[in-house]
């Protein structure tokens, strides 16, 4: 098996260390990540000008672009070979709901689905990364369903790993994306030109974590796995926009 591993958190950390020294016992891991954290970087391509791709003493390969550059990069030249798989993460840090929208590291995974491999997004649930452990077993667990039954198609998994020790992890709970409050308020500040800066707020707090879930079952201690799609089409709406321009 084939795995090419990738994250937003930057070729350095120690979720995606974890993950790939986990993985190397199902076959051959490559990972191609970026040279620095691009969390909430999305499904940004870089267009503007040439990346480069350079090799860390540890054998990883690291970019000067984004996630989904990265597995892009990898797919299409970079790799002399085509991965059987994509896996993206240990990410420190959920990523649920709205948070999808805006992940790097659900977008690596993204990328992979999009060229047509089976890919995982994999996130502790977590920012005190207690037990990523936990995570890359389950990254590991899964991949091998993977490798010895084949989806069929296509299949884009965002997996949400409580952060606790994996005897105490619950079952794998096959889940919706819920919904987030709207975000914080910006956090102003002056900069020492005494010129007016921003910070983005935090995340609201859940407003649709109700049974089904991906905020559910972490918060009842389960393993999400959330199969996701790219088509963005509104079908249930085609009707009325197509009354409403009619008018």
Not at 160 to 172: I, M, S, Y
């Amino acid at each position: 098996m084939r795995i090419l591993v990738s994250n937003d958190d930057g070729y350095f950390s120690p979720g995606i260390a974890l993950l790939a020294g986990r993985l190397a016992a199902l076959g051959d891991v490559t990972v191609v990540a970026p040279e620095r954290d691009r969390s909430g970087a999305s499904n940004s391509l870089t267009l503007d000008r040439p990346l480069a791709v350079r090799r860390a003493p540890n054998g990883f390969y690291f970019v000067n672009g984004t996630p989904t550059d990265c597995v892009h990069l990898a797919v299409t030249g970079v790799l002399d070979f085509l991965p059987d798989l994509v896996v993206s993460g240990v990410n420190l840090g959920a990523n649920m709901g709205d948070d999808t929208i805006y992940s790097g590291t659900v977008a690596a995974a993204t990328e992979g689905f999009l060229l047509g491999i089976p890919s995982l997004a994999v996130s502790l649930a977590s920012k005190e990364g207690r037990h990523m452990e936990s995570a890359a077993g389950v990254a590991f667990d899964l991949a091998s369903r993977l490798g010895r039954l084949p989806f069929g198609q296509a299949v884009l998994l965002n997996v949400n790993v409580p952060d606790v020790a994996a005897p105490a992890l619950g079952p794998l709970e096959v889940t919706r994306l819920g919904r987030r409050h709207k975000a914080e308020p910006v956090v102003r500040m002056r900069t020492p030109r005494g010129e007016e800066a921003y910070w983005i707020g935090p995340a609201g707090g859940a407003a649709d974590a109700g049974p089904g879930t991906d905020f559910h079952a972490v918060a009842q201690g389960r393993v999400s796995v959330t199969p996701l799609q790219v088509d963005l089409t509104h079908a249930a709406q085609s009707a009325a926009v197509r009354d409403w321009l009619a008018r």
